[in-house]
């Protein structure tokens, strides 16, 4: 493991004088030892009122953390990735469905 001195001069030599944003890693969901990432598509309503249109997940490549497609990721049901964590995939996307609406108000 890097040294936190070791890793900043490594990444500042990296990228010079561009700007990134750096996130702190969180404990995510994982499918066969790959983690997966739900992305949830919300949208106003013909009547105007804010509605979820869908939901996918994404799984990352073998040896990777990023779910892009292009990069490897793959696509999968969100009911398939639900029940491999062991979520039961009704009451999981019905909570994200919430979370999701929720976001929208704040």
């Given at each position: 493991?890097?040294?936190?001195k ?31 990432g ?16 869908g ?52």
């Open positions: 493991m890097l040294s936190r070791k890793a900043v001069t490594t990444f500042t030599r990296h990228v010079d004088k561009l700007r990134y944003m750096i996130q702190e890693a969180i404990p995510v969901a994982t499918y066969e030892g790959r983690p997966y739900i992305r949830v598509t919300v949208q106003h309503g013909r009547l105007g009122s804010w509605q979820v249109i939901m996918i997940d994404r799984v990352a490549a073998t040896g990777r953390h990023v779910t892009n497609v292009t990069k490897g990721g793959k696509v999968k049901k969100v009911e398939e990735l639900f029940r491999a964590s062991r979520f039961e995939p009704e009451q999981m996307a019905s909570a994200i469905r919430e979370a999701s609406m929720q976001i929208i108000h704040i």
